[in-house]
């Protein structure tokens, strides 16, 4: 199957606490504030297929195993390509995705000890070849990531250790240099503001003649 890159599908990744969420807010704002028309989705999610497969894998009562909890989120991406991205994509629109490919990359390959490679063959397959033309990563360390958690109710993919945390964020990493054209590594350690100076300054770069 031949990789497409969709100029105008921008993905969000780090692990959890790394800031997404209010990343991804205030460059709608940012957008807004340019006239562009954005689209937010989230993984795995997007629409009503999606968010029930959602509900089921954040589950904490959930007892799921690892394979099982991999094509899981295959399935919520393959609806959410299907039904939501590829539509979106054909009217000429960005989308903006909290977490996508690289996720199931990081969190089943690197964090749970699945094939890699298997993974990767697979996500084309659900993605029907598509792939982001940037990609965010938000880097922060475990401990951050830890602290920035500790006050709130974890579901079933937050309530990890640190193990499990730093062997994904091993993988981020390792992403980020083997694909240093699509996925673009900022401090998330950083201020806010400086953050979304960054993520608009990359962005303005990546789609020079569409954003001023």
Not at 118 to 144: C, F
Not at 187 to 208: A, F, L, M, V
């Given at each position: 199957?031949?990789?497409?890159?969709?100029?105008?599908?921008?993905?969000?990744?780090?692990?959890?606490?790394?800031?997404?969420?209010?990343q991804?807010?205030?460059?709608?704002?940012?957008?807004?504030?340019?006239?562009?028309?954005?689209?937010?989705?989230?993984?795995?999610?997007?629409?009503?297929?999606?968010?029930?497969?959602?509900?089921?894998?954040?589950?904490?009562?959930?007892?799921?195993?690892?394979?099982?909890?991999?094509?899981?989120?295959?399935?919520?991406?393959?609806?959410?390509?299907?039904?939501?991205?590829?539509?979106?994509?054909?009217?000429?629109?960005?989308?903006?995705?909290?977490?996508?490919?690289?996720?199931?990359?990081?969190?089943q390959?690197?964090?749970?000890?699945?094939?890699?490679?298997?993974?990767?063959?697979?996500?084309?397959?659900?993605?029907?070849?598509?792939?982001?033309?940037?990609?965010?990563?938000?880097?922060?360390?475990?401990?951050?990531s830890?602290?920035?958690?500790?006050v709130v109710n974890?579901?079933?993919?937050?309530?990890?250790?640190?193990?499990?945390?730093?062997?994904?964020?091993?993988?981020?990493?390792?992403?980020?240099?083997?694909?240093?054209?699509?996925?673009?590594?900022i401090?998330?350690?950083?201020?806010?503001?400086?953050?979304?100076?960054?993520?608009?300054?990359?962005?303005?770069?990546?789609?020079?003649?569409?954003?001023?």
């Amino acid at each position: 199957m031949d990789i497409q890159l969709i100029n105008k599908l921008i993905t969000f990744e780090g692990i959890d606490g790394s800031g997404k969420s209010t990343q991804i807010q205030l460059l709608n704002d940012w957008f807004d504030s340019n006239k562009i028309k954005i689209n937010n989705i989230r993984e795995p999610g997007g629409n009503n297929i999606s968010e029930v497969i959602r509900e089921v894998l954040l589950d904490r009562d959930n007892k799921i195993n690892s394979f099982s909890e991999t094509l899981l989120f295959l399935a919520s991406r393959a609806q959410l390509v299907d039904e939501t991205i590829l539509p979106l994509l054909a009217k000429d629109e960005f989308v903006i995705c909290d977490r996508f490919i690289d996720s199931t990359v990081v969190y089943q390959g690197y964090g749970r000890g699945l094939d890699i490679d298997l993974i990767n063959k697979i996500n084309l397959v659900t993605t029907q070849g598509i792939l982001p033309h940037l990609t965010i990563y938000i880097n922060i360390d475990v401990d951050m990531s830890v602290a920035r958690r500790s006050v709130v109710n974890n579901d079933r993919m937050e309530a990890v250790g640190k193990l499990f945390l730093s062997n994904v964020k091993k993988g981020y990493d390792e992403l980020a240099d083997l694909y240093s054209e699509r996925i673009k590594m900022i401090n998330g350690d950083d201020t806010i503001s400086n953050i979304q100076n960054n993520i608009q300054n990359i962005i303005k770069e990546q789609y020079k003649g569409l954003i001023c």
